[in-house]
């Protein structure tokens, strides 16, 4: 279990997570599994079920496309606000 | 000095270093018993007396070692186990697989070894009751933890922050 998967699948359970106040007990007993299989989701050294996949996305509320990707997600900062952190703003920004 | 209890408490948060030298006991344990006895006492190198209290220890590895190492796995390595999640039964599943290619790979050892024994020296090899005795004893012994045992082997260690989260079992 400490291999990585062979493809790995990118996911955001940390941030909406963080974003709603969850410990990963409480998203454990949400989705009944384990704490530990929550830490391995999100740290994409498992993968989880499409049942399971889809219980995540279903208790977030949200598209499973928006929790899960195969392609690593873009930091929420360049898409709120167009450019990366340290990133200097645009000089017309407060025009 | 922890009591009995706070120390089967603590056994499902052992650490992998922790957890494979306690595998590496149990195996040894009862072997060397059985090899000690055969290489040291039957030949008369060292009194019966004398060896008891070595066979006792390696005994104890073996006897500790199953006791840490179900105190360790509490149930996650049951194939009738309904309560654990997608990935708990993944990894017991591969626990399984690897303790029945273990299990294969010992008799074929052991068959081999018989092979060479008779090959090199010319004699049958006779398979009295002492010897199924100890084979039956073997088996039984470490049959049933096997997969307890490589579970423990194969898990990898809490990461620190998930450390104070509540143990394994659910």
């Excluded at chain 1, 499409?50 to 930091?75: C, K, Q, R, T, Y």
């Excluded at chain 2, 399984?96 to 090199?120: D, H, N």
Aim: net charge neutral.
């Amino acid at each position: 279990m400490t291999r990585r998967p062979a493809t790995p699948i990118h996911n955001r359970i940390a941030v909406l997570r963080a974003e709603r106040g969850l410990s990963r007990q409480e998203l454990a007993e949400a989705l009944d599994i384990n704490y530990q299989t929550v830490g391995y989701i999100e740290r994409g050294e498992y993968n989880p079920s499409l049942d399971l996949a889809f219980a995540v996305a279903a208790f977030f509320g949200l598209p499973i496309d928006a929790v899960f990707s195969p392609e690593p997600f873009e930091p929420m900062s360049v898409r709120l606000y167009g450019r990366s952190a340290g990133e200097p703003e645009e000089s017309g920004a407060h025009a | 000095m922890p009591s009995v209890r706070t120390l089967y408490r603590s056994l499902p948060h052992m650490q992998r270093r922790t957890r494979r030298l306690l595998v590496l006991l149990t195996a040894i344990g009862y072997p060397l018993v059985l090899v000690g006895y055969a290489t040291v006492v039957v030949p008369g190198r060292v009194t019966l007396s004398t060896w008891a209290p070595i066979a006792t220890l390696l005994m104890a590895f073996t006897i500790v070692g199953v006791i840490a190492l179900y105190g360790y796995v509490r149930g996650r390595a049951d194939l009738g186990s309904g309560r654990l999640d997608e990935r708990q039964a993944q990894l017991r599943d591969r626990a399984w697989a690897r303790s029945y290619a273990i299990v294969v790979l010992v008799i074929a050892a052991v068959l081999v070894a018989v092979m060479v024994i008779r090959s090199s020296s010319g004699q049958d090899v006779v398979l009295s009751g002492d010897i199924i005795g100890y084979a039956a004893t073997t088996a039984a012994i470490y049959l049933p933890i096997l997969p307890a045992a490589v579970l423990a082997w194969m898990e990898p260690d809490v990461p620190v922050d998930e450390a104070d989260e509540p143990s394994g079992d659910r």
